[in-house]
């Protein structure tokens, strides 16, 4: 019996024994959590304009990435780039043509796609300015004194931003008597074309369909702003447009499916004829803002 008792005190200590000696022995390195950047990072490629610069070990973000340094600001025909880099920020605008069928004046930097068959710089002459051209004629220059253009057979007058024009108190600032239709292409809003204090329009189209395209400043005369002996069509936008008797003449019809004015009550003015008179029998309604034309009509 005694051996009995031994025997499984015995093999309960050997047991235990064996049970404490499992738990304390020494664990392997494989269980341990170490950190290889615990003596710090290991920096790999030099951050740039879009990518960081990362530890090598680990992956870590170092030095986030620096982000473009724009340069100059994009024009019709270049980009804008960054100038530590070299990448496209903002691609180049493209032209914004006053002719989007020819292509030829640019409203936003004045580009001309164009040999023009006559230049008329206002700031070379002096005088009046009488001439027949067949194509293209160019207007620029500041008007150094009142002048008048009368041109003869033209088809197309393009007429740089910038241009003041100054006309005598008798007769229109330019006057365009054609024998077919014409266009005048305005090249931005900082053209004045402005009639004398007389009987004078601004713009006065003698013969046959006169159109103003692309972008004008201000036009005025003393009698009015615009007259065509014909039809009168603006297509493109303007500046304010007023006379003492008319803003805006035809005998035969008015069409307008750009914009006058900047949006206030004075952008199209007249006296006694109304802002817009048409020697004809029917008119249509005009898509203007506020006010709301005053359409004369015989
Ligand atoms: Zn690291
Ligand atoms: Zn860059
Ligand atoms: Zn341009």
Redesign the pocket.
């Known amino acids: 019996m005694k051996t009995t008792k031994f025997l499984i005190l015995f093999s309960l200590l050997i047991f235990l024994f064996s049970f404490f000696i499992g738990c304390s022995s020494p664990t392997s390195s494989d269980d341990e959590i170490t950190d290889p950047c615990e003596a710090g990072h290991t920096p790999g490629a030099a951050a740039t304009c879009t990518t960081a610069q990362t530890c090598t070990v680990c992956g870590e973000v170092i030095v986030a990435a620096l982000g473009h340094t724009p340069g100059a600001a994009a024009?019709?025909?270049t980009a804008q780039t960054c100038t530590v880099c070299g990448e496209v920020i903002v691609a180049a605008l493209g032209?914004?043509w006053a002719d989007t069928v020819n292509n030829r004046l640019?409203l936003?930097?004045?580009?001309l796609n164009f040999t023009p068959a006559r230049t008329i710089d206002l700031a070379d002459d002096t005088g009046d300015i009488d001439f027949t051209e067949t194509g293209t004629v160019l207007i620029k220059g500041v008007s150094n004194g009142q002048r008048r253009i009368h041109i003869n057979d033209v088809t197309d007058v393009y007429i740089e931003n910038g241009t003041v024009i100054t006309g005598p108190d008798a007769v229109s600032s330019i006057q365009i008597s054609v024998s077919s239709a014409s266009t005048i292409y305005g090249g931005g809003s900082d053209i004045t074309i402005t009639g004398g204090s007389g009987t004078s329009e601004g713009i006065y189209g003698a013969v046959d369909i006169l159109t103003i395209a692309g972008k004008m400043g201000s036009i005025s005369g003393g009698i009015g702003g615009i007259r065509s002996n014909t039809d009168l069509i603006i297509t493109g936008s303007t500046g304010n447009i007023s006379g003492g008797n008319f803003g805006l003449y035809a005998t035969n019809s008015v069409t307008i499916s750009g914009s006058i004015g900047n949006d206030t009550a004075s952008s199209l003015t007249g006296g006694f004829m109304g802002q817009i008179y048409i020697n004809s029998s029917s008119y249509n309604d005009f898509p203007l803002s506020t006010p709301k034309p005053w359409v004369w009509h015989d």
Request: net charge negative; hydrophobic share 0%; proline share 0%.
């Open positions: 024009t019709c025909t032209h914004d640019c936003t930097c004045g580009e």
